[in-house]
């Protein structure tokens, strides 16, 4: 896993100091006794950490850690990007300490919107927990808290009539209903106060608002609203108006990286530890994968290649993402949950649409800020069928 290694020997500590490079790298220290436990870590500066780690210590009883007379072994990979360091640490730890790697990266699973497909009545609760792969319920995030992803869940709600109530459903007529039934908020199964295709058809249509990140709800709702208005029902159209105006805040409220998690599909674009280089870390149904290196100067028998062509190919080499475990995907969504929403983000994310495709002319353009070290592009808020006043 890691490229370079070589023995450590103290009294040539000077060639060390040498080889050593001054750049961002993941490392591991090994013992003489093969059943002691390696030091793993990332650092900014390899040489200056190994010196302070190895060197011979400036006072003889520091309590600083010196691990000079006890390793034997150094390994380590150049990082060209924090990003890269993060993940490349936490495949490490998961391969040396597979019992303790959780707690030792304090991995807190991000919270997701779960819809219950499984359940005999659907609804919808926020987890941090991924079902097994292949099951029928489906799960949308990655959220940046828990209070986010519930205030979604309940101002996305508002506009359907599917249950919120968390138990079991076993109709009955005379059960009394709760206060959503009494408002007109829920179809209320729970007293059979619709069929279960009526339900279902309702459950249905939040599926497609949550797949489709809200634009089939605002496609609904306009076509109500220029049916009406053609039909010269105006206080309709202005209710129905009002209702769109209403689904736009809720929807700009959802961050870009938000998406169905077996859908979730993109590009991270980092700078690399190679020259004249970035990295690509691909992401499919939320596992992330690479990285892969990119030159952005094409090879002389390529150089009539466009750069698009060269970035479809270059994807196309990844590996297959072999099929993983639920707590794997939920590992790299903490991941790249802590990355996305970092207030000091670096690198680029591009996220693929319903269909898959990637937006090619901003994942060029992307390279480009990277590799020149410029701010990333800014997320632009979710504008929802804007049409004129009625």
Known sequence: MLTHSFEFVPASDAELW?????RPA??????????????????ANLRRRLQRLLGAPAVEHSKKLNLRDRVRRIEYTATGSDFESGFLLYR????TFPKTYGNRLRLRFAPLVKLHLENEFPRASVTTRLGRLGGRNVYYGPFPSRTVAEKFASD?????????????LHPDPQFPGCIYSEMKMCLAPCFKGCSDEEYHTEVFRV????????????????VQRDAASANLQFENASALHARLDKLRPVMSQLPEVVHRIDHLAGVIVQRSASPESVNFFQIVAGRISGPVTFPIQSAEHTKSQSMESRIQEILASFPETPATTALETMEHLVLLKRW?????????VFFADDKGVLPMRRVV??????????????ETPTVINPSPSL
């Open 156 to 168: 996305s709600l508002d506009f359907f009539k599917m249950r919120r109530c968390i138990d079991d």
């Open 26 to 43: 993941v490392f591991l220290l090994r013992g003489d006794d093969p059943q002691s436990e390696p030091y793993v870590s990332k650092t």
């Open 92 to 95: 490490l730890l998961r391969s």
């Open 207 to 222: 599926q497609a608002y949550l797949d489709t990140r809200g634009e089939s709800l605002a496609r609904e709702i306009s």
């Open 365 to 378: 353009r992307g390279i480009a800020r990277v590799y020149r070290g410029e701010n990333a592009e800014q």
């Open 340 to 348: 996305f929403y970092r207030s000091s983000r670096l690198g680029e």
């Open 18 to 22: 040498t080889t050593a490079p001054s």
